[in-house]
């Protein structure tokens, strides 16, 4: 139970973090998309707020040129005929100013709200002119306030040269510009918290799906299920049936091998036994006793191969698994059956969760030769134990967490020096021939433990003989 939960959760945690790396993918996009056009409808909105200021501006500038080039009016109609009392009010912040550039001194004609104070020329400031003849530009104005400034040079002749500005508050358009922002601020976080809501809703859900597969592949690699099964979206729907014709094409391919196996093993066994028939009949015969000698190792490496290849064959099988205590207990009744006359006693335990990934035949086949070979040498006691280790299972390719099963096997008998340990490994070696057997019982087990991805070691047991160990991927 504890393995299928963390099994679920790995699944959970990978679709979970798909959802998180598009959740935080889509909410950046979204940020970064509204940052910019917020920044470009402020821009906008500001040249907008401009250019209505600029044309207050280029009226009261043109009421200006207008009086000055009407110098016959009396003096004192002369730069009265702005209408806007703020002229008129000191220090305002709205001003005009009107120079006469061609004389010795600058006669300079301003308004009230001017005071004793001028204006800075734009000129001055390295401004040029645009296409309708004037500049436009910012200054600081005499009480230190921030003026949005027209100026105008105007050429009369022999009337005089003069250069004209009015300039305004540009408060009114920072404030403008500033209240905009404001409202614009307020309006896309409303929109960004409702996108995000919409982009968790649209993920979560829409990667639904997803999950379920996910959670389905994990079910049919640990054995629970065989297919992908319940109803997907149509985007989903091609992964799904895929997924399921790879299943079926896998078994296909499996029971083929298992097929072609039988097949040679019955082709190869037949003549073999034909072989042994005629050498028994010749009793006696130093060549037949020989033919028979080898008939009975190719009988061996024959049995030895065609496991090896129907065993590759079962691994590829998905989704195969099986209950370790189960299976050793039953080893454990035939072995004492077996071994009844030399009444060996065998101990068993076993964590009742243990499983293995992998056919039950093929874990009887490793346990049983290692068991059984305990139970040759041993002088009273055989000691069984199956453990489940998860702190230090191994990663799978996909990230997930696979729990090791390790099942040790002790005798009490003489045990092993390390030369002989290495020896017996080998396939068709064997320390004491009164001992029946082919020498092959322990190569199995290598082999089979290398091809499920596992390992045996061999070592002295903590009752006086050998101790087997055998680790194998769990579930």
């Avoid at 099994?7 to 910019?36: D, G, H, K, P």
């Avoid at 220090?91 to 100013?97: E, K, N």
């Avoid at 985007?235 to 790879?246: D, G, H, Q």
């Avoid at 001992?435 to 070592?459: E, N, R």
């Amino acid at each position: 139970m504890d393995t299928r939960q963390n099994q679920r959760e790995l699944a959970n945690r990978r679709t979970s973090s798909l959802a998180t790396r598009l959740f935080v993918s889509a909410t950046a996009w979204v940020v970064v998309i509204l940052l910019i056009t917020g920044i470009v409808l402020s821009s906008v909105y500001r040249a907008a707020s401009e250019r209505a200021f600029d044309r207050r501006l280029n009226l009261y500038l043109r009421t200006l040129v207008a009086d000055v080039a009407t110098p016959d009016d009396p003096p004192d109609h002369q730069m009265q005929s702005l209408g806007e009392p703020l002229f008129e009010l000191p220090l305002s912040g709205w001003y005009w100013q009107v120079t006469r550039t061609d004389g010795e001194k600058p006669d300079i004609r301003a308004s009230r709200s001017l005071w004793d104070k001028k204006l800075p020329k734009l000129e001055e400031r390295g401004i040029g002119l645009t296409a309708a003849g004037i500049r436009i530009g910012y200054v600081d104005g005499p009480e230190g306030q921030t003026l949005r400034m027209v100026e105008r040079p105007v050429d009369l002749g022999a009337d005089g040269k003069f250069l004209v500005m009015v300039a305004g508050d540009a408060s009114e358009i920072f404030e403008e510009t500033r209240a905009f922002d404001y409202y614009l601020g307020g309006t896309f976080a409303a929109l960004s918290i409702v996108l995000v809501l919409t982009t968790i809703f649209q993920v979560r859900f829409g990667l639904a799906p997803l999950k379920r597969i996910s959670d389905s592949i994990a079910d049919i690699r640990s054995g629970r299920a065989e297919r992908l099964e319940g109803v997907f979206p149509v985007e989903i729907a091609p992964l799904a049936r895929e997924t399921n014709a790879l299943i079926d094409a896998n078994r296909e391919i499996v029971e083929r091998a298992r097929t072609h196996v039988g097949n040679l093993a019955h082709a190869i066994k037949t003549p073999l036994s034909v072989i042994v028939n005629e050498a028994s009949a010749r009793s006696g015969d130093a060549f037949a006793e020989k033919v028979l000698e080898q008939t009975h190792v190719m009988r061996d490496q024959v049995a030895h191969h065609l496991e090896r290849a129907s065993i590759a064959a079962r691994l590829t099988i998905i989704g195969t698994v099986t209950e370790v205590a189960p299976a050793i207990d039953a080893l454990r009744r035939t072995m004492e059956k077996i071994h009844r006359d030399r009444g060996i006693v065998i101990e068993v335990e076993a964590d009742m969760s243990a499983k293995f990934r992998g056919e039950r035949q093929d874990i009887e086949e490793m346990v049983g030769n290692l068991v059984d070979n305990a139970c040759k040498w041993a002088e009273q006691r055989v000691f069984i134990e199956v453990l489940v280790e998860r702190a230090g299972a191994a990663v799978r390719a996909g990230g997930e967490v696979e729990p090791m099963l390790r099942i040790v096997v002790d005798d009490d008998g003489r045990g092993l020096s390390p030369a002989e340990r290495a020896k017996v490994s080998r396939r068709g070696q064997r320390l004491d021939e009164s001992k029946p057997g082919s020498g092959l019982g322990l190569s199995i087990v290598v082999d089979l433990a290398a091809l499920y991805g596992g390992s045996l070691t061999l070592g002295t047991a903590p009752i006086g003989g050998l101790r087997a160990e055998l680790v194998l991927p769990g579930v």
